[in-house]
């Protein structure tokens, strides 16, 4: 995605900055095609990236609920061991 996007802008800028006085619309739609691939590419990636990022919340949640678990299970069995020394 980023190469695509990169490619189209050297190509934009070498048709801009070359001096080429006549560029033709073939040229120009061929940029015009790279960019709006680039545009997409870029829309799937944040897509992509926004959905790594809810499981990853999702992931990091039901690892909080996990520890806290299981610091009250520890919390439990040291109270249970503590109970059975004074008998």
Known sequence: MQK???ASALLLSALTLGGCA???KEDLAEVRVLA?????DASEA?????DARSTADTAR???????????ETET???RMFKKSMYK
């Open 46 to 50: 944040k897509t992509m990236a926004a």
């Open 22 to 24: 006549t560029v033709s």
């Open 4 to 6: 695509k996007f990169i």
């Open 61 to 71: 949640a039901e690892a909080e609920a996990a520890n806290r678990k299981a610091a």
């Open 76 to 78: 439990k069995i040291d």
């Open 36 to 40: 709006e691939k680039a545009a997409a």
